[in-house]
């Protein structure tokens, strides 16, 4: 169908989604020849502003490669946008996480906290550890004040999935803590999930720096496709050791396959 009505772009739209993993819907402005795409808007309703509008022209399957191309491009500038806001921003971290998008909320505020648990280490030892953990209870105590002020539905979306990660890593950073954990090198730290942006290029032509997705020894581009406000599944000690087990295993060029009865997330761990 989509192949069949190559004259009217707009019919695309029922169809984004078997495309692509979380574009509902595009935003078009002009007509005829002159029609172009400016956003990309997912089934929760988030928008999401091109980098530059993307011209509708030629054959269908041209222009939503272009598409493709720009959620990647948009996906990045955002990221980077948001990576530098929130250290700026003068409503801190409690009024950042209001003002971006749900994805890059949470892949930003892993990337901080990969960088200011390694400060931590590296400024305090273990005593810096504890400092930044009471850090973490007072950050997860603002999303709480967020959540009680009863926000608009993105927001709530947003914060759902944030907590689960903030939790997650205030279980982790609590057991560091216990267990005297005072250098980034110590296996319990290295073996976490950790972002950063490095001066390295990610996608080939993203450009630099890149942000990397680092565990143990692997090392992987943030893949750059958009995935709307979607919630995350609880991490426990067995996701944990799934991650490990799958980043490991394709660090060697291997693959690996879940096992386990249905409906306790396997495909949705993976995607995680």
């Not at 928008?47 to 272009?66: I, Y």
């Not at 979306?157 to 907590?163: C, P, Q, V």
């Not at 406000?229 to 660090?251: E, F, K, Q, S």
Request: overall charge negative; hydrophobic content about 40%.
């Amino acid at each position: 169908e989509i192949l069949s009505q190559t004259r009217d772009p707009l019919a695309v739209q029922a169809h984004l989604r078997k495309c692509f993993e979380a574009i509902d819907k595009l935003d078009f402005q002009g007509e005829g020849a002159g029609m172009t795409m400016v956003a990309m808007n997912s089934a929760e309703k988030e928008k999401a502003t091109f980098e530059s509008p993307v011209p509708v022209k030629g054959n269908v399957e041209n222009w939503l490669s272009a598409v493709e191309a720009m959620m990647k491009r948009s996906v990045k500038m955002i990221a980077k946008q948001a990576a530098e806001d929130y250290t700026k921003n003068p409503g801190g971290r409690k009024q950042w996480v209001q003002e971006w998008q749900g994805q890059l909320v949470l892949a930003g505020s892993q990337h901080y906290w990969s960088i200011e648990m390694e400060e931590a280490m590296n400024t305090g030892g273990n005593d810096g550890l504890k400092v930044y953990y009471q850090k973490m209870l007072a950050q997860l105590q603002e999303l709480v004040e967020i959540v009680r002020s009863n926000p608009p539905f993105l927001i709530s979306m947003t914060l759902g999935a944030l907590m689960v990660i903030d939790v997650h890593a205030r279980d982790v950073t609590q057991k560091m803590c216990d267990d005297g954990v005072d250098n980034i090198n110590d296996f319990s730290w290295v073996s976490q999930l950790r972002y950063y942006w490095e001066d390295q290029e990610d996608l080939v032509g993203l450009g630099t720096p890149g942000f990397i997705v680092r565990q143990v020894q692997a090392f992987f581009p943030y893949g750059m496709e958009y995935l709307g406000n979607t919630p995350r599944l609880v991490i426990t000690p067995l996701t944990d050791r799934c991650y490990i087990t799958l980043t490991g295993a394709m660090n060697l060029l291997l693959g690996g396959a879940p096992q386990g009865p249905a409906g306790t997330g396997k495909t949705e761990t993976t995607k995680d």
